[in-house]
């Protein structure tokens, strides 16, 4: 019998927010003490911290040329805290309009000058806002909505009943390029003005995006970010216009960036242009040899970021004890040759089927300490084994529960097989039933019938 690989669609899904209109897909995450108003003790107490980073960290010009060349290019607010270095990732927790009057004030503090002409339009509504050419949007709308949806939607439809979740997120290959181009342009600003300018401290955009989409999972799934989680939650963004623009390495000499063709599973694809390649050939490149070639800087952006379909998956779990087989026309796994069936059902059907009924996962695997034939029955106390239960959506049953379990099964399937003493096991615990496979003796037992014996002996008279 073939497995199904997806548990969907068994739950009706009741997320906690609908998104009914084309203005909730901006609604954002709020904190519970999160207060726009700049006067609040929180605000003033932000803006102090980021005067500090700054007063410690750049020279006045300094400051003005990162922030100016950027409001220039229409970035966001959250990627210009990113450029100028600010670990404190709660600072990204706020508001555009927040950010953006704090980056102001400081200016003007610093040059006694009034606000960036580009603030405005920043601040212009959100569907008619400049989309930010350093991260598509993609921190702008991180704790909103529009970026939690696909999460929400795919959580509740599978109906994973977890506590904690880690985090797994793919960013597209297109905010490499655009940040190093960013990052050149502001170079190219301070050198006409005969000023050097160090950009080794401009934060990595997953780091702020992870927990600001992190921290809104958290609020609105009322589930904790932890590390050690064994629920991951993975993403994948993409933006279609930009994600070939890495080729132009393949141009630049000095980016030593070489792609190859091979076949793979009859197909034919190119390697060599992961992540961490493109990164370390736009190293290499001298910023004159990336503005001969590249857009420098970015060209504007038409069109956001995207999302493949969220991937949700619990670590397996272990379940364990022992069965009995009582049938001599059963296998101890299924028996499938060539498409065809050559034992009516297994030990693992029998007792794996509804297993995957308690745990709603996707499939399972069955191991047992040693094996029997087809028409060899087991008896006395039982051979050991366990179930590797692949991605549940409820990890951990109960020992009522999983009573309930081997009751059921031990009452449908009571002509083939018996189970006992089923429970939950660990990792360390399989090394045992491992071994016993090795260790454990065996005893057969033979029936002759006594009449057969006697016919024959009278045969050989």
């Known amino acids: 019998m073939l497995k199904k690989r997806f548990w969907e669609n068994d739950h009706e899904l009741i997320p906690p927010v609908r998104i009914s209109k084309e203005t909730d897909r901006w609604k954002r995450i709020r904190r519970d003490d999160d207060n726009d108003d700049e006067t609040n003790e929180d605000i003033e107490t932000l803006y102090s911290n980021v005067m500090q980073h700054v007063m410690k960290n750049y020279v006045n010009l300094t400051y003005q040329t990162i922030v100016d060349t950027m409001l220039d290019i229409k970035c966001c607010a959250r990627c210009i805290f990113r450029f100028l270095g600010i670990r404190d990732y709660k600072c990204y927790a706020k508001s555009e309009e927040v950010l953006l009057k704090i980056l102001n004030r400081i200016r003007s503090t610093l040059q006694?000058?009034?606000?960036?002409?580009?603030?405005?339009?920043?601040?212009?509504?959100?569907?008619?806002?400049?989309?930010?050419?350093?991260?598509?949007?993609?921190?702008?709308?991180?704790?909103?909505?529009?970026?939690?949806?696909?999460?929400?939607?795919?959580?509740?439809?599978?109906?994973?009943?977890?506590?904690?979740?880690?985090?797994?997120?793919?960013?597209?290959?297109?905010?490499?390029?655009?940040?190093?181009?960013?990052?050149?342009?502001?170079?190219?600003?301070?050198?006409?003005?005969?000023?050097?300018?160090?950009?080794?401290?401009?934060?990595?955009?997953?780091?702020?995006?992870?927990?600001?989409?992190?921290?809104?999972?958290?609020?609105?799934?009322?589930?904790?970010?932890?590390?050690?989680?064994?629920?991951?939650?993975?993403?994948?963004?993409?933006?279609?216009?930009?994600?070939?623009?890495?080729?132009?390495?393949?141009?630049?000499?000095?980016?030593?960036?070489?792609?190859?063709?091979?076949?793979?599973?009859?197909?034919?694809?190119?390697?060599?242009?992961?992540?961490?390649?493109?990164?370390?050939?736009?190293?290499?490149?001298?910023?004159?040899?990336?503005?001969?070639?590249?857009?420098?800087?970015?060209l504007e952006e038409k069109e956001r970021w995207k999302n493949y379909f969220p991937i949700l998956e619990h670590s397996a779990v272990y379940v364990g004890g022992r069965y009995i087989k009582l049938s001599r026309e059963i296998s101890q796994s299924p028996w499938i040759i060539n498409g065809e069936r050559l034992a009516k059902t297994s030990v693992s059907e029998c007792s794996g089927e509804i297993l995957r009924e308690k745990f709603r996962c996707d499939d399972y695997n069955f191991v047992a300490a040693g094996r029997e034939d087809v028409n060899v029955r087991m008896l006395g106390n039982g051979r050991p084994f366990y179930f590797e239960i692949i991605n549940p959506r409820k990890p951990f049953l109960s020992q009522q529960e999983l009573d309930d379990a081997q009751k059921e099964i031990n009452e449908t399937q009571k002509d083939l097989i018996q189970i006992n003493h089923l429970t939950m096991v660990t990792e360390r615990d399989l090394v045992i039933i491992k071994e016993g496979e090795e260790t454990k003796r065996k005893t057969y037992r033979y029936e002759i019938l006594y009449f057969l014996l006697n016919n024959m002996f009278i045969l050989l008279i």
């Not at 960013?171 to 005969?194: A, C, D, T």
């Not at 904790?224 to 080729?247: A, M, R």
Request: hydrophobic letters at 35%; proline letters at 5%; aromatic letters at 10%.
């Open 112 to 298: 006694e000058d009034s606000q960036h002409p580009s603030t405005n339009i920043l601040l212009s509504k959100t569907q008619d806002k400049p989309i930010c050419t350093t991260c598509f949007d993609l921190i702008y709308q991180a704790d909103t909505l529009e970026c939690l949806w696909p999460i929400i939607e795919s959580f509740n439809s599978h109906n994973f009943q977890v506590k904690t979740f880690n985090l797994s997120i793919t960013l597209p290959s297109g905010i490499i390029i655009n940040n190093h181009s960013v990052k050149v342009y502001i170079r190219q600003k301070f050198r006409e003005r005969n000023l050097t300018v160090d950009l080794s401290n401009v934060i990595d955009l997953k780091e702020p995006f992870k927990y600001l989409l992190g921290w809104s999972i958290e609020k609105e799934l009322d589930l904790n970010h932890s590390f050690q989680s064994p629920f991951i939650i993975s993403i994948e963004y993409y933006h279609g216009i930009t994600q070939q623009n890495h080729l132009i390495l393949t141009r630049i000499p000095s980016a030593e960036f070489k792609l190859k063709k091979v076949r793979m599973k009859g197909k034919a694809v190119w390697t060599g242009d992961s992540r961490n390649n493109i990164i370390a050939a736009l190293e290499k490149v001298p910023d004159s040899d990336f503005i001969s070639i590249g857009n420098c800087p970015p």
